[in-house]
Each structure stands twice: as C-alpha cells, then as structure tokens.
C-alpha cells in the first residue's frame, strides 16, 4: 500500500508512519506534506502513485478544508485531527474515515481495514469508484462558448444533448438538434470539465447527456449501442471495457426510459 501522509507535526507524522509500518512492514510511505504550500504544489503530482492519504485538518493554523475541493484528490483520504469539529465537513470530501488524536495502533487498523474491505468489495470498479469519489470536489463547467460568425456566443452546460469529435474538432449538439463548433482542443480536456452525473464519455468520439439517452440495447453480445433523442453523425457504441461503468451510471444517476 503506497501512503501519503499531511501533517504538519513531524512527531505526530512520526508515530503515524511507525504504527503503519508495525501494521505492514510492506507499507510505502511516498511522501510527507507539512505545510498548505506543499499541499498546493504536489498533491496533484501524486495522482496515480498513491493509495491512501492520511490528511490532518490543521495545518499550521490552517483549515486544509477550505482549499480541498481545488484540488483533484489523488486517493481516498482518513482524516486525522484533534477535534470533532469538522466531521461533517470532512465527509462531503473524498473521505473514508475521521480518526481522533491521539492515534493509536487500533483507530489505524480499524481505518485501514475499512480501506481494503471497501476495495475488495469494488474490486473491478475500484478505479471507477476512485473518479466517482474525486469528482465532489472537482469543479465543473457551466457554460461553452462557441462562435457563429463574428459574434461569441454561449450553450448553458445542461442544454448540450452532445459533444463529438470530427477532424480533430470538438462540436457540442444541443436539444434542439443545433450543431455548433466550439473552440475546445480535445474531449480529454473537457471530460475533465464536466459533471460526471449528467455526461458521459461513451467513447473517444462521443460524451453524452444522460437526459439525452432514449434507451440502449446489445451489440455484438458484449457491446452496447446507445440511442439518442437527437440525431448523431454515427452509431454511438459502449465498448466491451466499459459497458458495466456505463451500466452502473445510468443506474445511479438517473432513469431513462430503458
């Protein structure tokens, strides 16, 4: 298990450290964060190199809580602090457990027992699980610009049935089957930008409104072919990979009519 650590006392960061490695001497710790200045600069940098965060509250007199939802968090995280204070505000964060000081060997057993339960329960959709957890505290789009003309013009975010990519060009379709060509570089960069509860990324040429989706039916057995209430330049296809994330999408954040 690859930890990072968040605490601005080196004894306290000590203690955890050693009761992690007494609980498994194959434990990495891939870093420790004292201050909010390290926070701001490197926690992004651990995104894919880490399991778990251990993140105290107060740093240095400041409320990590209040900066939080700027970041993409890298992991699921145990809070550790002195007070009870923020629990409610530590749960709407990416959080898996509140632990107490002072710490002991039980309260971080118990908190990394929660942890491999909740991932051997995931098991597949572990990744999955990780992006769902990250995307409370991203930030997202609520407008896109396009240009018709001379003029610059806007699509409120929830009236877009569609986004596609053709030539290397990004085009939003709205719900009224307009076509418009918007100045964004790449799917990749705007998948970041939205809310994972309304769209989808079907594939890499296609991100879908989930209120755009009339009904979806098997391809091939194993893939599946979605069907719009708009009109689409091409059959929208679910890979094999990621039918089961797209299954358990739809299930979970809306009902269309399937």
Not at 101 to 117: F, G, R, V, W
Not at 134 to 141: D, F, L, P, S, Y
């Amino acid at each position: 298990m690859r930890i990072l650590i968040i605490e601005d006392e080196i004894p306290a960061a000590t203690e955890l450290i050693n009761i992690l490695k007494q609980l498994d001497p194959l434990v990495v710790i891939e870093g420790v964060l004292p201050t909010m200045l390290d926070v701001k600069q490197s926690l992004e940098t651990y995104n894919g190199k880490i399991d778990l965060i251990f993140m105290d509250i107060q740093l240095q007199g400041e409320n990590i809580l209040e900066t939080l939802p700027e970041f993409e968090i890298p992991a699921p995280i145990i809070f550790v602090s002195a007070y009870d204070d923020y629990l409610i505000d530590a749960l709407q964060h990416t959080s898996l457990d509140y632990i107490l000081k002072p710490i002991n060997k039980e309260k971080i057993q118990k908190a990394l027992s929660k942890y491999t339960d909740i991932k051997k329960h995931f098991l597949q959709g572990y990744d999955y699980l990780l992006k769902q957890l990250a995307e409370r505290t991203k930030k997202t789009r609520s407008r896109i610009l396009y240009k018709k003309g001379t003029d610059f013009h806007f699509c409120r975010i929830e009236d877009v049935a569609y986004f596609y990519s053709e030539f290397r060009l990004i085009f939003l379709v709205d719900f009224r089957e307009q076509k418009h060509l918007t100045d964004i570089k790449t799917l990749n960069i705007l998948e970041e930008e939205l809310d994972t509860r309304i769209f989808y990324r079907a594939n890499r040429k296609f991100i879908i409104n989930i209120n755009a989706i009339k009904k979806f039916r098997l391809l091939d057995r194993v893939k599946l072919a979605v069907e719009l209430t708009v009109k689409v330049p091409e059959e929208v296809i679910i890979s094999q990979e990621n039918a089961p994330y797209f299954k358990n999408w739809i299930a979970s954040k809306g009902d269309p009519d399937i």
